[in-house]
């Protein structure tokens, strides 16, 4: 267990639907990463927060967005979903802008029908 | 932004041989560069990892080598056992932000008993 925790386990929706993943980072780690991993493919980077702040972007559709609450915890949402979006999202923290390790947390797995 | 290329994308070995896994990168300010094994189903996690000013690093069984002139690193796993099958994926960064890591493509690993 990477103490990082990921909510809904799984989620099932329908195209056009809008859904919100939820990430709460181990705890004293101020960074979370999303990523996204489609099947038998690698991690796509997505975005990264830090301590509250947008700290980088990677290839995140403008469809989707993320923000960190002050507690730390981040939501990643997916709106006007497509088949394609159906994948694996993975969030990943560290302790700040230079932390090292990333723990990853056990990912959602999203299917879009 | 940064690219990183890792080859092979699947690699199969006999229970007790080596196993080679190379990367390379392109932006020369990268100077983090961590090893993660994915089970299947499973999250990611860091099994090494080295930075630029060190040339080889080694754990038990597992070593990584860095070239940053070529701006290449390898994965060597020796005496492999089954519990080695997963992908592997390398991973490059700015190392004092960490906040674009760029993950290479996979490696699927396959160790027959």
């Known amino acids: 267990d990477s103490g990082v925790t990921q909510t809904p386990k799984h989620l099932i929706t329908a195209t056009g639907q809008r859904v919100t993943l939820r990430c709460s980072p181990r705890?004293?780690?101020?960074?979370v990463y999303w990523y996204q991993q489609s099947l038998d493919q690698g991690l796509q980077f997505l975005i990264q927060y830090y301590n509250g702040e947008e700290r980088a972007k990677g290839n995140i559709l403008e469809r989707f967005s993320a923000q960190q609450f002050p507690d730390l915890h981040s939501e990643l949402n997916l709106s006007s979903l497509e088949l394609g979006d159906s994948a694996l999202y993975f969030c990943?923290?560290?302790?700040?802008?230079?932390?090292?390790?990333?723990?990853f947390g056990p990912g959602t797995r999203l299917t879009v029908l | 932004g940064e690219n990183v290329e890792q080859h092979p994308s699947t690699l199969s070995v006999q229970e007790g041989d080596s196993a080679v896994i190379k990367c390379t990168y392109s932006d020369s300010a990268s100077n983090y560069f961590p090893w993660y094994k994915q089970e299947l189903g499973k999250r990611p996690q860091l099994i090494i990892d080295i930075r630029s000013n060190v040339g080889e690093k080694k754990d038990q069984r597992i070593a990584v080598t860095l070239n940053k002139t070529a701006k290449h690193f390898s994965l060597h796993i020796t005496e492999t056992q089954p519990e080695d099958s997963a992908v592997y994926f390398c991973a490059a960064s700015l190392g004092y932000n960490n906040n674009d890591m760029r993950f290479g493509a996979g490696t699927r690993l396959t160790v027959k008993p």
């Open positions: 990943a923290s560290t302790s700040g802008p230079s932390g090292n390790e990333q723990f």
């Open positions: 705890s004293g780690d101020l960074s």
